[in-house]
């Protein structure tokens, strides 16, 4: 599932989500993990909440919760994702794209930053 090409560069930025973290105290550090799988797990989170991925890359994300769940990257259409269901979306356009369920957006959000 999830690749490990991006670990060794990503311990510099790991270690500044920890201080960001430490610092901020409230809201999750989150240090991309290059992945193009994202999970709705239980209950009502994107996980990882943001990814790393390469232009022309294709996210996919899985509704594993018991709940829909919608993804709707800003400024583009929402998309419905039922129990078990899963939607996929392609970036062909580097840059960092936030997105929302749009059932639960003060709970659910995410990134994914393309390269
Ligand atoms: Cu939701």
Same mark, same amino acid.
């Given at each position: 599932?999830?690749?490990?090409?991006?670990?060794?560069?990503?311990?510099?930025?790991?270690?500044?989500? /920890? /201080?960001?973290?430490?610092?901020?105290?409230?809201?999750?550090?989150?240090?991309?993990?290059?992945?193009?799988?994202?999970?709705?797990?239980? @209950?009502?989170?994107?996980?990882?909440?943001?990814?790393?991925?390469?232009?022309?890359?294709?996210?996919?994300?899985?509704?594993? +919760?018991?709940?829909?769940?919608?993804?709707?990257?800003?400024?583009?259409?929402?998309?419905?994702?039922?129990?078990?269901? @899963?939607? @996929?979306?392609?970036? +062909?356009?580097?840059?960092?794209?936030?997105?929302?369920?749009?059932?639960?957006?003060?709970?659910?959000?995410?990134?994914?930053?393309?390269?």
């Amino acid at each position: 599932m999830s690749s490990n090409r991006f670990l060794l560069p990503s311990v510099a930025l790991l270690a500044a989500g /920890l /201080l960001a973290a430490g610092c901020g105290g409230s809201g999750e550090a989150a240090e991309p993990v290059a992945t193009t799988e994202v999970a709705m797990v239980k @209950s009502y989170r994107f996980d990882p909440k943001t990814i790393e991925i390469e232009s022309g890359d294709t996210v996919t994300w899985t509704n594993d +919760d018991n709940f829909t769940h919608t993804v709707r990257v800003d400024g583009q259409e929402d998309h419905d994702v039922e129990q078990g269901e @899963s939607v @996929s979306i392609r970036f +062909d356009t580097p840059g960092t794209y936030h997105y929302v369920c749009t059932l639960h957006s003060k709970d659910m959000d995410g990134e994914v930053i393309v390269r």
